[in-house]
C-alpha cells in the first residue's frame, strides 16, 4: 500500500518570499505520478502540478515548482513570489498508472501574509 | 459549466436519516471517484467507477454506503442510517481513463449529522 506524508501542518510566509512544502511518498512501483493539489478556504480542489515518476526534470508551472528525488521518495513543492491567493491546504498525492484513486497525504495549511 | 457538479453543498440530518448525494463528472470523463474528508485530514478514497461498473470500494465504506452510476454518467452515494461520524465532506472526482490525467473535483457536499 502506498503511503504520503505531509510533516508541516501549517506554515506561513511572507508575500513575494518564496516557502517550500515537503512530501515524502513510500512506495513499491516503479511507475507512477505525484501531484501537489490545492484547496482554498471553501473552494474546490485544483491541480497545481505534476509530476510523472519516468521524468528526471523537474515540473514547472510559472511561479510553483517541484523537488522530486526518486530514490529519496521525496516530491517537494516551491512555491516562488508568493502572493495573497496563496493562501489554501496544500496536498500531496500519489496515484499509480492507470489512474488509479489517489491516495492523499494530510496537507499543509499554508498562510500568505501580507 | 463544465466542471464536476456536486449536490447537494450541504446536508444537515438528524441520526439515523438516510441521505443521497449526486454528482455530475465532466461528461467525456468515464472514470468517477468519491472521497471522505474530515476536519484536518487529506481526502480518503472510498470506491470508484469505470463508466458504470465499481471497480473498487475501500475498507472505509461499511455496508451502510452504497454508490452507483447506473448509466455511465452521474454517480449518487447513499449513507443508510447515518451515524455523528459520518460527519464530513464528500468529494466526487472525475477522470479520463487511459490517458493518466489527473482527475479533476467538485466543491464537495458537506455533511453535517446531528
Known amino acids: 500500500a502506498q503511503t504520503v506524508t505531509q510533516s508541516q501542518p501549517e506554515m506561513s510566509v511572507q508575500e513575494a518570499e518564496t516557502v517550500t512544502l515537503s512530501c515524502t511518498y513510500d512506495?513499491?512501483?516503479?511507475?507512477?505520478?505525484l501531484f501537489w493539489y490545492k484547496q482554498p478556504p471553501s473552494r474546490q480542489m485544483i491541480l497545481v502540478i505534476r509530476q510523472e515518476a519516468y521524468k528526471q526534470q523537474n515540473a514547472t508551472e510559472n511561479r510553483f515548482s517541484v523537488n522530486f528525488q526518486k530514490a529519496a521518495k521525496s516530491f517537494s513543492l516551491k512555491i516562488s513570489d508568493s502572493q495573497l491567493g496563496d493562501t489554501a491546504m496544500y496536498f500531496c498525492?500519489?496515484?499509480?498508472?492507470?489512474?488509479?484513486?489517489?491516495?492523499f497525504g494530510k496537507g499543509t495549511r499554508l498562510s500568505v501574509i501580507a | 459549466d463544465t466542471g464536476v457538479s456536486q449536490n447537494p453543498r450541504h446536508k444537515i440530518t438528524k441520526r439515523g436519516q438516510n441521505v443521497t448525494f449526486r454528482c455530475d463528472p465532466i461528461s467525456e470523463h468515464n472514470r468517477l471517484y468519491w472521497y471522505r474528508q474530515t476536519l484536518g485530514q487529506g481526502p480518503e478514497f472510498l470506491t470508484y467507477f469505470q463508466n458504470e461498473a465499481q471497480l473498487e470500494k475501500s475498507r472505509l465504506l461499511s455496508d451502510r454506503f452504497s454508490a452507483e452510476r447506473p448509466k455511465g454518467s452521474f454517480s449518487t452515494l447513499e449513507i443508510q442510517r447515518t451515524e455523528q461520524g459520518d460527519s464530513a465532506m464528500y468529494l466526487c472526482a472525475s477522470s479520463l481513463q487511459g490517458a493518466d490525467t489527473e482527475a479533476f473535483f467538485g466543491q464537495g457536499t458537506r455533511l453535517t449529522v446531528v
Open positions: 498525492a500519489f496515484m499509480k498508472q492507470g489512474n488509479t484513486p489517489l491516495v
Open positions: 512506495t513499491s512501483e516503479n511507475n507512477y505520478y
